[in-house]
């Protein structure tokens, strides 16, 4: 998988740090697509442990398993014990924790411990589709890093007329706005969402049309299939939107408005992960649309 311009520059500056020795024992890293992410990690990881090849003895890499797709309590320390050995082969470990967020709490305080106290030469990278969803104290250790990733954003027409009635929904609630409302502005809220609600529809049957051989009636393996793309199009609009929310906010030109943005992004990224275990797109926006307009609403001129 092929690394954006913007990431590579980020990577290099990872690389020199390890050479310089100034490198951080613990990153957590933000990446939608986790694929991406071991792609971001892999040529990191090689210059670290002096390998052109992985895997390697002294490559760790803890997943969640079983049902309920978490990280096990006893996985995280068998992993902390095995990170507390002498290198196999060289002098560093690097230990990749894939889907950092799936750790319950007595998991993620195991982890706690050895990231608080890591031993000489090791290096922990925790990557999570939604970082915000960990614990403050794990997020407290790691030096925080996103990555922009290389998929292009959606360009259908009726998202992008969506995220145009989204801004003008918005931008009168900014402090600097003259007109100002004092309440939430509940009618177009609504309406606003039934718009969604309509644009996902119209682009997914659009996406229909463009493939070729399209059966005429759903069969037992098209329904899973609808529903894979449906849900694939979502993570793809909810990434856009975040880029569109930190270009939004860009473009006021207000400083003391930044402080705002780490709390609505951390929300829009919980929303997204509550509408891709089992609550709707259409609500999981709503959740985030009047967390944020409450936010404006509250922030003084």
Same mark, same amino acid.
């Given at each position: ?31 939608? =697509? ?133 801004? =003008? ?39 229909? =049309? ?10 037992? =393996? ?80």
């Amino acid at each position: 998988m092929d690394i954006s311009s913007r990431d590579r520059g980020v990577l290099e500056k990872l690389r020199q740090g390890f050479r310089s020795g100034r490198l951080a024992h613990a990153f957590l890293i933000a990446s939608a =697509e986790m694929a991406y992410g071991r792609a971001f990690l892999t040529p990191l990881t090689q210059a670290i442990l002096g390998t052109d090849r992985l895997p390697h003895p002294d490559h760790f890499i803890l997943q969640p398993s079983g049902l309920t797709a978490q990280i096990k309590t006893e996985e995280a320390r068998g992993l902390c014990q095995r990170v507390q050995q002498t290198p196999l082969v060289g002098r560093h470990k690097v230990i990749w924790i894939e889907g950092a967020e799936r750790c319950p709490p007595s998991a993620a305080n195991v982890l706690l411990k050895t990231l608080e106290e890591p031993p000489a030469g090791s290096f922990f990278f925790l990557l999570s589709a939604h970082p915000s969803s960990l614990l403050p104290t794990v997020q407290s250790r790691c030096c925080f890093l996103r990555l922009r990733g290389t998929a292009a954003p959606p360009s259908h027409p009726p998202w992008e007329d969506w995220k145009r009635r989204w801004r =003008e929904w918005l931008l009168p609630l900014f402090p600097h706005q003259a007109q100002r409302p004092k309440l939430l502005p509940i009618p177009s809220l609504y309406a606003l969402l039934a718009a969604l609600e309509s644009s996902v529809v119209q682009i997914l049957e659009g996406t229909k =049309e463009a493939k070729p051989n399209s059966a005429e009636s759903p069969d037992q =393996e098209t329904v899973p299939a609808d529903e894979s793309a449906k849900r694939t199009l979502q993570q793809r609009l909810w990434i856009d939107l975040e880029s569109s929310v930190e270009m939004l906010w860009r473009e006021q030109g207000d400083v003391t408005l930044f402080r705002l943005l780490p709390p609505v992004i951390a929300t829009l990224e919980k929303c997204r992960g509550l509408s891709e275990l089992n609550l709707s797109f259409s609500t999981a926006l709503e959740a985030w649309l009047i967390f944020t307009a409450q936010a404006l609403l509250n922030t003084e001129n």
